[in-house]
C-alpha cells in the first residue's frame, strides 16, 4: 500500500506555524535581520563527521546541499556587520532516527559584539518564550562541559587516560566503550558524554554547556586565558541537544589550519574529500566582525514543546514518506 | 555473509553478536554536538532471550544471522525431542529441551506455535498468547463460591501449576494468558 498521508496532525501543523510566527516576532522586536542564504552550494564544510548530500550541475560542477548556513551567514556578516537570522533546510547524510532527519530545519542567527555569556542570555530568553507554556522551569541552569563531565563521570575532561576512561565505561556497562572509541581521546569524550552525562541535562528546563575542550572539532574561538577550552555553548532540554552556539572564530589562520586538520582527519577515517571553501576564508580575511551565533534544531523544539517522542511527529512528511 | 551497516538497523532485524544469534528490538541514532556517530541498540540474545544493549560505530557492519520465524504445529515429545511440523510443506522438525525451554509447560499435541530456526536448526519455541489446557488436578471448589477471589492451585494437563478461581473443578477447560502464566477464563468447549 502507498502511505501517502503526512506522519503529522494538524495540531503539529499548526504548532509549526505559531512558532514560525513567534521566532519572527522576537527577532523584528530584537531588531535582528531576516536574511536568505542559498541551500544548494558550490562549497561545503569540512566537520570531519558530517556526511552531505552533492549533486551535479549541467556544466558537471559539483554542489552540495547545505549542512549550515554558517560560511554563508558569516560571508554575509564579513560584508554587513549587522546581527541577523535565518530559518533554512540543512540536510546531513545518513542520519535518521528519533532525534534526526536527514533534512531537517535550522533556526541560526548571529548577534554582532556579543560575547557568549551574552548569547546565553539571549537564547535563554528566546526559549523562555516557548518551554514556559510546556511545563518547563523558566529559570536555566548554566555549567561548564570540564564541571558537568566531572560530576558524572569523576573525569578530567582534559586529561586522557585510557585506563582511567575505561573504567567509568565499565562502571556504566558499556562494553563496546574501546571498540567504538579506541585510543581517541575525541572519541571517548562524544561517547561517554552521550551516555553517562546528557541524560541527567536539561530535565526541569534550558541547560546550557559551555567551554568545550578545544580538541573536540568547532567554529568556536579559544578562550583568551586557557586555549585548551573553546567558547562554545550546548543547548539540552530533557536531556536532548537542541542547539550549538560559539562566539565566533575569526581569526583566518587559524580557521586555515582547522581546515587542514579537519580535511586530514577526513582523509584517515576514508571519508569524502572536500576542498576549503575559499570563498568564506577570504571573507573572514576580510575580516569577521566579533559576534556570537547559535543554531537551533527547530524540529527538535517542536518535540519538545509537543512533547513528542519522535521527529517523524513534528513532520508533514519525513524522509521515508518525502 | 550477508551484513548490515548499522544505518539499515531496524527493529525485528536479526544479526550475530559475539557468535549468538540476536534480534534488535530498538535502534537509537546517536550523533553528539559534531562528533563521531554510533547507533545504540537493544538487542535480544535470540538463545537464551536476554536482553543487552550494546554501542556500534556508525557506518559499521554486522554479520546477518540467517533466523527465520516459522508457524508451526506441535506434534509429540519423544522423551529426548520434542517434535514440530510446518502445516503446509509437511516439513517436520526436532528441538531440544534447551529450545523448547518454557514452552513446553504451554504446548499440547496439535497446537500451533512459533518456531525460530537459527541455521536452519530450531532454537526457540514461543507459544501463542493464550492457550486452552484442561485442568488434571485441583482441589473440590466451594459451593456456591463464583467470585473468584482468592483463588487455588491447579495442575493442568501440560504438568504446569496455575492459580484459578475457587470454583475451577477438575476436567474444566480453561483460557490462560502464557505470557504472564495467568488464568483469564473457562473456555467454551
Same mark, same amino acid.
Given at each position: ?322 | ?41 537493544? =538487542?535480544?540474545? +535470540?538463545? @537464551?532471550?536476554?536482553? !543487552?544493549?550494546? *554501542? ?8 546477518? /544471522? ?47 506455535? =512459533?518456531?525460530? +530456526?537459527? @541455521?536452519?536448526?530450531? !532454537?526457540?519455541? *514461543? ?8 485442568? /488434571? ?53
Amino acid at each position: 500500500m502507498i502511505t501517502w498521508e503526512p506522519s503529522c496532525s494538524l495540531d503539529l501543523l499548526q504548532l509549526r506555524a505559531t512558532v514560525l510566527h513567534k521566532i519572527r516576532g522576537y527577532f523584528y522586536e530584537q531588531q535582528v535581520l531576516e536574511v536568505e542564504t542559498p541551500i544548494l552550494c558550490q562549497s561545503i564544510g569540512t566537520d570531519p563527521y558530517i556526511d552531505f548530500f552533492s549533486t551535479q550541475s549541467s556544466n558537471s560542477k559539483s554542489l552540495y546541499l547545505q549542512t549550515s548556513p554558517e560560511f554563508s551567514m558569516k560571508r554575509l556578516l564579513s560584508a554587513h556587520a549587522c546581527s541577523m537570522y535565518q530559518i533554512t533546510k540543512a540536510f546531513r547524510q545518513g542520519e535518521s532516527g528519533r532525534y534526526h532527519n536527514p533534512e531537517f530545519t535550522l533556526l541560526e542567527w548571529y548577534r554582532v559584539g556579543f560575547d557568549l555569556t551574552q548569547l546565553m542570555d539571549d537564547v535563554a530568553n528566546f526559549l523562555t518564550l516557548f518551554l514556559k507554556e510546556s511545563d518547563f522551569s523558566a529559570a536555566d541552569e548554566r555549567l561548564s562541559y570540564i564541571q558537568v563531565f566531572k560530576r558524572y563521570t569523576g573525569l578530567d575532561a582534559l586529561v586522557f587516560s585510557l585506563p582511567e576512561y575505561q573504567k567509568v565505561a565499565d562502571a556504566h556497562h558499556l562494553p563496546d566503550a574501546f571498540a567504538v572509541c579506541g585510543n581517541s581521546h575525541t572519541a571517548w569524550l562524544d561517547f561517554l558524554f552521550s551516555a553517562c552525562v546528557q541524560p541527567h541535562l536539561g530535565n526541569k528546563g534550558l541547560c546550557m554547556i559551555y567551554h568545550y575542550p578545544a580538541i573536540l572539532p568547532s567554529l568556536a574561538r579559544k578562550l583568551e586565558h586557557n586555549p585548551l577550552l573553546v567558547e562554545r555553548v550546548e543547548l539540552f532540554v530533557a536531556g536532548v541537544e537542541l542547539g550549538n552556539g560559539y562566539f565566533e572564530l575569526s581569526d583566518v589562520q587559524e580557521q586555515d589550519v582547522r581546515f587542514t586538520q579537519d580535511i586530514a582527519l577526513r582523509e584517515k577515517n576514508n571519508t569524502v574529500k572536500v576542498a576549503k571553501d575559499e570563498r568564506f576564508l577570504a571573507a573572514l580575511q576580510h575580516g569577521l566582525p566579533d559576534c556570537s551565533g547559535i543554531a537551533i534544531g527547530l524540529d527538535r523544539l517542536l518535540m519538545l514543546i509537543a512533547h513528542k517522542e519522535s521527529i517523524d511527529e513534528v513532520l508533514a512528511f519525513p524522509v521515508n514518506r518525502a | 555473509m550477508a551484513t548490515y551497516s548499522t544505518n539499515e538497523f531496524k527493529a525485528g532485524m536479526k544479526i550475530m553478536l559475539d557468535s549468538d544469534p540476536c534480534a534488535i528490538i530498538e535502534n537509537e541514532f546517536v550523533k553528539p554536538g559534531k562528533g563521531q556517530a554510533f547507533s545504540r541498540v537493544k =538487542i535480544r540474545n +535470540l538463545k @537464551n532471550g536476554r536482553v !543487552i544493549e550494546r *554501542t556500534f560505530k556508525s557506518g559499521e557492519s554486522v554479520e546477518a /544471522a540467517d533466523v527465520v520465524d516459522l508457524d508451526m504445529q506441535y506434534l509429540y515429545h519423544d522423551g529426548e525431542f520434542f517434535h514440530f511440523m510446518d502445516p503446509e510443506s509437511f516439513e517436520q522438525y526436532q528441538a531440544d529441551e534447551s529450545a523448547v525451554n518454557d514452552a513446553k509447560l504451554w504446548l499440547k499435541d496439535q497446537d500451533m506455535c =512459533i518456531l525460530t +530456526l537459527w @541455521n536452519d536448526a530450531p !532454537i526457540s519455541v *514461543t507459544p501463542p498468547n493464550f492457550v486452552e489446557l484442561t485442568v /488434571a488436578e485441583t482441589d473440590p471448589g466451594l459451593k456456591g463460591d463464583t467470585s473468584g477471589g482468592g483463588g487455588k492451585p491447579a495442575t493442568m494437563e501440560t504438568g504446569v501449576v496455575i492459580r484459578v478461581p475457587l470454583f475451577v473443578q477438575i476436567g474444566e477447560l480453561l483460557k490462560v494468558d502464557t505470557r504472564t502464566g495467568e488464568y483469564v477464563s473457562r473456555a467454551k468447549s
